[in-house]
């Protein structure tokens, strides 16, 4: 008996002390039920009770020993009480351990969500700072198509890199319901604030990135249409300096020759004038964008100018060398003329024949040729002068040509002086036909006046006459012969 009363001290005092702990961590266990603001303060209470699942698990050994007593009680007390007692504290221990184990899972995936979110927020803003630092880089535009592709090309690339970002969002708000559900008010109001703050940076980023693209496309579209309308132009000046420098380099046969070269170089003026539209175009491109460079045009309206310039000096001079060409060859056709008729006029006088008095005239009229020779020489002069200079930007042949005309004006001239001078001669010589012929008359006739009175003084009659009369007067009519010859 009192061994017996012994064990029921024992087991019923342990059974109290029992009873009391089953009680008292029930009562330690309900707090942690309650819903905690941050992920921190999840994590601290999951550790707690971490520490408190651990208590509870030790009991198990304090609810052995406690049933190991009763047991040894019921060896020598058979009292129903006790197999009550000892199944209703394992019942108790059981419910308890359950709701520990229920709690524990609990605080687990509160935990492991709210972790699982932040770490989910903090990559979501890890990438968008990424992103926006990468848009960043390339948002700074330039006027370097090449370097405007590329960049355009890695905006692509980030606007494909968004699919990867809003998979990662869609978790996070997916995950954010579930953990405002197991977070104290205040603290599930700053997890919605911070997760919608996050979706608009996004939706920010997604704007700004398509906002660029549409940047650099405008962009890059405006510099190729540039770069193409700039390449135009200058194929287009390049096929002009080549016509130009053809131009320049080529010497002319004859007038001809040069006036059509002054036609197409006209013509060639006529394109670079009409075609400026193009460069008005490519100016009003630029003008554009108020922030254009010009320094990658500006070669090619230089280019334009010069060209310009120098087409029109290059028509100046060859203007002038197509006036001086024409000027000679009008001078060339002037002095012909006046040598043709100079001639024509010089014919008239090449019959020296006919009366003195109409001799003397043409000698006389012969005479105002030596002016007119004297002006056709100034001509002659005048005229290589002028082939002398139309001689420039002219060929080998066309030098000759001119050479050779002039020849033939100087040998006309020569002629003509040569003709001018004969006949001049034979109209002098004719004129002193005449004079002597005059004075052969004149000398006649006073040689038959003198016969006559010579005869009349004759003294012997012809029936008369003896031979020494005869010899008397062949000696007298000698002398007087030797005297008018």
């Known amino acids: 008996m009192e061994v017996g009363l012994v064990r029921w001290k024992e087991w019923e005092d342990q059974y109290g002390e029992a009873e ?48 190991l007593k009763a047991q040894l009680l019921l060896e020598t007390c058979a009292d129903t009480r006790v197999s009550n007692a000892v199944t209703q504290m394992s019942t108790k221990f059981s419910a308890l351990l359950s709701l520990a ?8 995936l509160h935990y492991q969500e709210h972790q699982q979110h932040n770490a989910l927020y903090q990559e979501c803003q890890d990438w968008i700072d990424r992103t926006r630092e990468k848009l960043a880089h390339i948002s700074d535009l330039n006027y370097n198509l090449s370097d405007v592709n590329s960049r355009l090309q890695s905006v692509k690339g980030l606007k494909q890199t968004l699919e990867q970002g809003q ?93 059509a070269s002054l036609e197409k170089l006209k ?11 193009m460069l008005a175009r490519l100016e009003t491109k630029m003008n554009e964008d108020p922030n254009m460079p010009k320094d990658p045009y500006t070669p090619t309206f230089v280019r334009y100018d010069y060209i310009k310039s120098n087409l029109e000096g290059h028509i100046k001079r060859l203007e002038g060398i197509v006036r001086e060409h024409e000027d000679y060859w009008k001078q060339f056709n002037e002095t012909t003329d006046f040598l043709r008729k100079l001639r ?45 200079r139309a001689s420039v930007a002219t060929s080998p042949d066309g030098k000759d040509s001119i050479q050779q005309e002039c020849h033939q004006l100087q040998f006309e001239l020569d002629a003509l002086n040569a003709l001018y001078k004969e006949q001049q001669k034979g109209m002098k010589k004719c004129l002193d036909s005449w004079n002597d012929f005059e004075k052969a008359v004149e000398s006649a006739k006073l040689a038959m006046s003198g016969c006559e009175l010579k005869l009349k003084s004759e003294p012997i009659e012809i029936e008369k006459a003896t031979p020494e009369d005869l010899e008397r007067v062949k000696v007298s009519w000698i002398f007087y012969l030797h005297a008018y010859p």
């Open 20 to 67: 009391e702990w089953i009680s008292k961590t029930e009562e330690q266990v309900k707090p942690f039920n309650q819903l905690q603001n941050t992920l921190t303060e999840k994590k601290n209470v999951l550790e707690q009770f971490q520490g408190q699942l651990q208590t509870i698990f030790d009991w198990q050994k304090e609810l052995d020993k406690l049933n």
């Open 101 to 108: 184990k229920e709690v524990i899972r609990r605080l687990e």
């Open 167 to 259: 998979n990662k969002l869609r978790y996070a708000l997916e995950l954010k319901e579930k953990v405002m559900l197991a977070t104290e008010p205040s603290g599930a109001a700053k997890i919605d604030e911070d997760t919608e703050l996050l979706k608009t940076e996004f939706d920010k980023l997604m704007g700004d990135i398509q906002d660029t693209r549409q940047k650099l496309t405008a962009r890059a579209t405006l510099l190729e249409e540039l770069e193409k309308a700039d390449k135009i132009i200058q194929d287009w000046l390049q096929e002009i300096e080549l016509k130009i420098n053809v131009s320049e380099g080529n010497q002319y046969v004859d007038l001809s020759e040069k006036r």
């Open 267 to 277: 013509v060639i003026e006529k394109e670079v004038v009409a075609q400026y539209d």
């Open 344 to 388: 024509v006029d010089l014919q008239q006088y090449s019959d020296s024949h006919g009366e003195k008095k109409l001799v003397d005239t043409k000698l006389g009229e012969l005479g105002r040729f030596a002016d007119v020779l004297s002006s056709g020489d100034a001509l002659v002069k005048k005229t290589k002068e002028m082939g002398q």
